[in-house]
């Protein structure tokens, strides 16, 4: 086991003393960055970048070169589950993800396989691999999947989608079908997330980005039901060391209590929640992450300053707060706002714990 040289997320996600508020950015290896779209050109496309290892640790690893984040996050996608499934995802340029076949019948989804996480999708394997291998215990990693329900969205439109109407169609027209879609899912990200585990990742995390489209009857049957199911089958210690596991449904503030009930470490806030008022709700069951709002770091450093001293004073003093944006930063951010919002979480959040109460911390 590689010492970490700084374990301040995993402590905080573990509700464990720290001396400063951990920090990371949602896509923080992105088009914001220079060296990332001159990575991508040389990589000839998006998916030639993620299905190269080599090249997904050269991305992954940029921003940690530029700035003093508290954790790196494995470059993929979350749509590479539906890929080994058979489904054929592309890019189209203005568009997004789209897939070259789609889910429409009962039928489609008893053909779908479930991905071996080693033979089919090797090459994640591999990234988390090589990216472990370069950070030499300098961050943790941290690992990643799309919830069942999101991944369920893209199968079943397309691709992208402003109403969801065909996945909300089969939902409510064939249950049976959406709940055989969606185990097969949750049964292909228990063993992917596993497999990142076992090649690495020290932390997952579950992005359910549209979960919070459903009603809340359909979110609690169609999405965190399933996420619950994924948790309960992870890996929870390896290589000598807790596994946490983060969900982060975005606008799921309303359900935060079940979401806290789903067996998860950390729950991730979008910004539409004040962290303060989060953190009455759950109280000590879950840390919490987030949850600046991205656009934020439009502005001049002095107010991304102030909304970082807000959020902090909300959350208040104690443990359990990994600072983060409320969703991924955008690429048309200036790079230099990034490293206004990450020096100013450090340098402003040490009032709020004490460095006393750290036992066997590494730094």
């Known amino acids: 086991m590689t010492e970490l040289k700084n374990d301040r997320f995993l402590r905080a996600l573990q509700r464990q003393p720290v001396d400063v508020t951990p920090v990371w950015m949602m896509r923080q290896a992105g088009r914001y960055l220079p060296e990332y779209r001159a990575s991508r050109a040389r990589a000839g496309d998006f998916m030639g970048l993620c299905m190269n290892p080599e090249m997904a640790c050269e991305v992954t690893m940029q921003p940690l070169d530029r700035y003093p984040l508290d954790a790196a996050i494995l470059f993929s996608d979350i749509l590479t589950i539906p890929d080994a499934m058979g489904l054929g995802l592309y890019f189209e340029t203005g568009e997004g993800p789209r897939f070259r076949k789609r889910i429409d ?17 090797g090459y994640v394997m591999g990234a988390v691999r090589t990216i472990r291998r370069e950070l030499n215990g300098r961050v943790p990693l941290i690992g990643f999947s799309g919830s069942p329900w999101t991944l369920a969205t893209y199968m079943v439109e397309g691709g992208s989608s402003k109403d969801f109407r065909k996945t909300k169609a089969m939902l409510y027209d064939q249950p049976e ?13 228990t063993a992917y997330l596993n497999g990142q585990i076992l090649a690495g990742a020290q932390a997952v995390q579950i992005f359910d980005t549209w979960g919070g489209n459903l009603s809340a009857d359909a979110y609690q049957k169609f999405s965190l039901a399933y996420m619950r199911r994924i948790v309960s089958g992870l890996i929870r210690e390896h290589d000598g060391r807790k596994v946490p596991v983060i969900l982060f449904t ?3 503030g309303l359900w935060l209590e079940s979401i806290a009930e789903a067996g998860a470490d950390a729950l991730g806030l979008d910004w539409t929640m004040d962290i303060g008022v989060a953190r009455s709700r759950v109280g000590a069951k879950v840390a919490l992450q987030g949850n600046m709002d991205p656009t934020v770091l439009y502005a001049k450093p002095e107010a991304i300053r102030a909304e970082v001293g807000r959020i902090l004073a909300s959350y ?8 983060n944006l409320g969703h991924g930063i955008t690429p048309e951010v200036d790079p230099a706002h990034a490293g206004a919002f990450i020096e100013a979480v450090h340098e402003m959040s040490a009032i709020y714990h004490d460095p006393s109460a750290i036992v066997g911390q590494t730094n």
């Open 105 to 121: 019948t009962a039928a489609d989804i008893e053909a779908l396989p479930v991905p071996d996480a080693e033979q089919d999708l």
């Open 177 to 189: 079908a959406m709940h055989q879609l969606l185990g097969k899912l949750a049964d292909s990200v």
């Open 250 to 252: 975005k606008n799921g």
């Open 316 to 323: 208040g003093k104690g443990n359990g707060h990994v600072f």
